[in-house]
Every structure is written in structure tokens, then in C-alpha cells.
């Protein structure tokens, strides 16, 4: 899911790129998108990495490569077709469906509800699945309460919590991959060097790893290709905090 900006830069882009053969400067990509200042730019730029749209080039200038387009521009791969973008790739998430179930979401005092065992409590909860979460859309947004999945009750905390599909390869040295299911417990500040869902300037939601330094919000990736964004605290939200992960192989 893009955003209307990381939608409009993206086909900009691949305009660009099948007319002129190279990237546009971040001053075209800000007056194309009649932005006020190239950080916003830079932060579209990111989303868009991070999603898996396109991939930055190192050591050369003006090089971005689109790996691939938006579902009603692409091709029957979903590659882009500009010879000059390289040879496109198609994400495929991995999803969790067998452990999704229509079930009441999970509410506050560490009760969950959902499937029993025989003589005992309640040891499995059904948690609300909401979208998939890299940068660029705000957790409210995604909600989806159509969807859920059920969740072993030892890896949930106090309160409430949620599920949320991840999208890109930021904190793959955390070991959250691509296509995982992370469980989130809501919150509205976390511990220094905790993982966290983080939104930015109201509109871009974020899974990384919260660094607290002085007058600053660091959003640090477990990933070195990617770069730490620092932030004002006033720029940054805290949505919640990561307290389990659930992979299917």
C-alpha cells in the first residue's frame, strides 16, 4: 500500500527514467510533487526503498532503479517495463493464513480470547491483523477488522495487542524477514533499544528500533544498506512495541 506522494514519485519516476534514461534530481522529483523542501523528498525516497519499489545505487549520483511498479501499471509480472530500471523483481509475501480466524480482537488485561484446551484455560488469542508495515502508512489506516490470527497467549504482554505483516528487508540483522507476522503490543512510548512501530509526521508508519538521544528520536534499521533517520520528538509517535514474531516456512 503506497501513499497518494509515494505513488505520484514513483510513476514520476519511471517517466522519468523511460524518457531521459536517468534518475531526476531531487529538485525535479520536489517541483514534480510541488513539495516545499527536498527532505520530503528523501523521506518518499525511503518508503519507497524500504517497500521494495525501487532500489538506490551506490556510489553513483541521480541512480535510482525501480524494481517494481504499483499492481495497475505493471506488467503481467509486475515488472517494470523500462529497459533502464534493470531487470525488475516481484514481491511475494509469505503469508499466515492457516492461523487466521473471524474471532473478537484481543482487549486489554492480558485476557485473550479464542480457542481453549480441554480442562484448562484459554491458551490461544485472536488478535486483529491489520497491513503490511515497511514506511508509509499510518497504522489507523491499515486496520482491517475483517482479519484475524490467531496467536499462542505466551507471547502476548499486558493490554492490547495486534498483528501486522512486514514488508521489506530494514531489520533482517533483527531477524525479521520479509512476509513476517510481527505481534505488537500497544503503547505510546518504549525503552531505548526496543523495536517499535513509529509514526512519523502523522502520515508514515515504521518498524525500527527506537534510539533516544539528546533532543532527538533515532529510528535505527537492522539492516546497513539502509541509513538511521533522526527526528525532533515531537515528529515521532510510538505506536507500539514488538513482542513476538511469527514465521511461516
Known amino acids: 500500500m503506497l501513499t497518494r506522494k509515494q505513488h505520484q514519485l514513483l510513476l514520476f519516476l519511471h ?6 534514461g536517468v534518475s531526476p534530481s531531487f529538485d525535479e522529483m520536489k517541483d514534480a510533487l510541488a513539495l516545499k523542501s527536498k527532505s520530503g523528498i528523501h523521506r518518499l525516497i525511503t518508503g519507497l526503498e524500504e ?3 525501487i532500489r538506490r545505487l551506490p556510489h553513483r549520483a541521480r541512480a535510482i532503479e525501480i524494481l ?5 501499471v505493471a506488467g503481467p509480472h509486475g515488472h517494470s517495463s523500462t529497459a533502464a530500471t534493470g531487470e525488475a523483481r516481484r514481491f511475494t ?14 482487549r486489554a488485561q492480558g485476557k485473550p480470547q479464542g480457542g481453549a484446551i480441554p480442562g484448562g484455560e484459554s491458551a490461544i488469542a485472536a488478535l486483529p491483523l491489520y497491513g503490511r508495515i515497511a514506511a508509509g502508512t499510518p497504522i489507523e489506516a491499515l486496520r482491517d477488522e475483517s482479519n484475524y490470527m ?34 505488537i503490543q500497544r503503547c505510546e512510548d518504549a525503552e531505548n533499544g526496543e523495536i517499535v512501530v513509529a509514526l512519523v509526521d ?37 505506536q507500539g512495541r514488538l513482542v513476538g514474531l511469527i514465521r511461516r516456512y
Open 15 to 20: 517517466r522519468h527514467l523511460s524518457e531521459e
Open 150 to 183: 490467531q496467536v499462542p497467549r505466551s507471547l502476548l504482554s499486558r493490554g492490547d495487542h495486534y498483528a501486522l505483516e512486514v514488508e521489506g528487508d530494514s531489520m533482517i540483522e533483527a531477524g525479521i524477514h520479509d512476509g513476517d507476522t510481527v505481534i
Open 202 to 238: 502523522g502520515e508514515e508508519v515504521t518498524l525500527k528500533r527506537l534510539r533516544k538521544r539528546k533532543g532527538a528520536i533515532a529510528l535505527e534499521p537492522a539492516n546497513p544498506t539502509f541509513e538511521t533517520r533522526l527526528f525532533p520528538p515531537d515528529r515521532v509517535q510510538v
Open 51 to 53: 517497500r521494495g519499489f
Open 68 to 72: 517494481r511498479l504499483p499492481d495497475e
Open 93 to 106: 509475501p509469505s503469508l499466515v493464513e492457516s492461523t487466521r480466524a473471524s474471532a473478537a480482537p484481543l
